[in-house]
């Protein structure tokens, strides 16, 4: 596939978050070569008419329940909507959703078969071709390295502190993120005040200093975050990776914001939207961060899309979110909207204007081709001008 015409490129890459590169090549999958020489012998060609190309989005934080369906606020095919805002790639903080689960009765082998199932579940079938990686056991007093070696072989990625009692045995929580990390899991931490459960257990700098997890999360609040001065330590004096979630406190994200890049630390920024939950079911939700941090945090709208793309993947271990040759082809095509200000979609993205969407790829295959159903149409429209294999499955 080839994708010329492009009138702004983003790689997802915070160094270098936009190149003046015209066309692009795909094949396998896979990113081939920026600006190829030859723009002959490619099975389906995509004019892009001047709209920009733009990594598809990553929302580190998500809960899952089963496929397209989630209890919370009664939603059924959220994934797609999703999809359609932009987004290609999830990650769940646990799928705590899911009916019935008592929080105060949940055992090692529960929480462990629960990631199971969700682990192999989602990855046996994408649910609307998004890759969303589920399987992140809620982790519990008295689990041995037995269970952690069952997350590992059913696929998992993450884990998860949300219900963990942390003044009960630090030792024990501490072995926990080691034991993750051995196994090649990461583990993420609840941060700030109680969740919607009513369970979920507070933490701020102390716990996250003691325990040195491999990411904190919504330290903006989820929804309540933490305190200034908690935060404010949290970006000082630790090095981890720092998650901002749309379910946050607006106020408190632009003071992590700012203070992370008055350091020169925007590196440990991290995107996600803390939903199906409480705060909704929110398919531009991806795209809402990249607006609060381009048009209110003093942002370029070439950081704010890294930090949502590559700075979230590489958080994660993923290998999408940047657009270099080698690279998953997770893309989408999107411009300005009529009536938005500015011609450009740095224009646009700057003032805080959500962009248009006519195509997403994932892996080089079109899953939204000509028309989000979630978004206005761009001003500029793209032409598939021919069309092979890859658009077959187009939703
Ligand atoms: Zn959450």
Not at 310 to 320: D, I, K, M, S, V
Request: net charge negative; glycine share 12%; proline share 7%.
């Amino acid at each position: 596939m080839l994708i010329h015409n492009i009138g702004e490129f983003y790689t997802g890459d915070l160094d270098a978050p936009v190149l003046p590169v015209r066309a692009l090549a795909i094949a396998g999958g896979l990113i081939a070569e920026l600006d190829p020489p030859s723009h002959q012998g490619f099975d389906t060609v995509i004019d892009a008419a001047g709209c920009a190309v733009v990594p598809g989005l990553i929302d580190g934080h998500v809960h899952p329940v089963a496929g397209e369906w989630t209890p919370t606020q009664d939603a059924i095919g959220w994934v797609g909507n999703y999809l359609h805002g932009g987004t290609t790639s999830m990650l769940s903080a646990g799928e705590l959703h899911t009916p019935g689960l008592d929080y105060g009765r949940m055992t090692p082998d529960l929480v462990t078969a629960l990631a199971e199932v969700n682990a192999s579940t989602f990855a046996n079938q994408r649910p609307a071709g998004v890759k969303l990686h589920a399987g992140t056991a809620l982790l519990v007093p008295g689990m041995s390295e037995r269970h952690f070696d069952r997350l590992a072989a059913a696929g998992a990625r993450l884990v998860k502190f949300l219900f963990y009692p942390f003044s009960r045995d630090p030792d024990e929580a501490r072995r926990y993120v080691q034991w993750a990390r051995d196994r090649g899991l990461r583990s993420k931490v609840h941060t700030g005040g109680v969740s919607r459960s009513g369970v979920s257990q507070m933490c701020g700098f102390d716990v996250l200093s003691w325990l040195q997890p491999d990411i904190a999360a919504h330290v903006s609040g989820g929804p309540i975050p933490m305190s200034d001065a908690d935060l404010d330590r949290v970006v000082d004096e630790l090095r981890m990776p720092l998650e901002l979630c749309s379910s946050g406190n607006y106020r408190s994200g632009h003071r992590a914001v700012t203070r992370l890049v008055a350091r020169g630390e925007l590196g440990r920024l991290t995107l996600g939207s803390d939903t199906p939950g409480g705060t909704g079911v929110i398919p531009r939700g991806a795209w809402r961060n990249v607006l609060f941090l381009a048009s209110m945090c003093g942002l370029s709208p070439g950081q704010a899309i890294a930090v949502a793309t590559g700075n979230t993947a590489r958080a994660h271990g993923l290998a999408e979110g940047i657009l270099a040759p080698g690279r998953p082809a997770d893309l989408a095509l999107c411009g300005p909207v009529e009536g938005s200000a500015g011609s450009t979609l740095a224009d646009a993205v700057a003032h805080g204007d959500l962009p248009g969407i006519t195509h997403v790829l994932i892996d080089g295959r079109a899953v939204v081709a000509g028309r989000s159903r979630q978004t206005p149409p761009p001003r500029l429209r793209p032409v598939v001008a021919c069309c092979g294999p890859n658009f077959g499955a187009a939703a």
